[in-house]
């Protein structure tokens, strides 16, 4: 089971960290990625972090302005989101892989509910 939490209103310019905590699993043995969902859009690949954190992948959108990292001992990804634009604005969700990079959403296999994130001009 995924939960994702963190979403919330920012004003553009702002940031907002976002987490995913798992359980039920063994979850250092899984890549974690971020995708989401704007209204009336497909859902949209964020970013991704490799099993042991080594290694991380991000949407040309939100490179320099996103951070993903993780802590296996609390078994919690994060998605740390600095310098939010309006465009940012959609339902993020957390998903789980068992390959190595996954960036393709039909790569993952479970999925957090989602946490909202509106960013007002």
């Known amino acids: 089971q995924l939960q994702a939490s963190g979403g919330g209103l920012v004003q553009a310019g702002g940031s907002l960290r976002l987490s995913c905590a798992a359980s039920?699993?063994?979850?250092?043995?899984?890549?974690m990625g971020w995708f989401r969902q704007a209204p009336g859009k497909e859902r949209e690949f964020v970013s991704a972090?490799?099993?042991?954190?080594?290694?991380?992948d991000y949407a040309d959108s939100v490179k320099g302005r996103f951070t993903v990292s993780r802590d296996n001992a609390k078994n919690t990804v994060y998605l740390q989101m600095n310098s939010l634009k309006p465009e940012d604005t959609a339902v993020y969700y957390c998903?789980?892989?068992?390959?190595?990079?996954?960036?393709?959403?039909?790569?993952?296999?479970?999925w957090g509910q989602g946490t909202l994130v509106t960013v007002s001009s």
């Open positions: 972090i490799t099993w042991s954190g080594g290694s991380t």
């Open positions: 039920g699993r063994t979850f250092s043995r899984y890549a």
């Open positions: 998903a789980t892989s068992r390959l190595l990079r996954p960036i393709v959403l039909t790569e993952y296999e479970y």
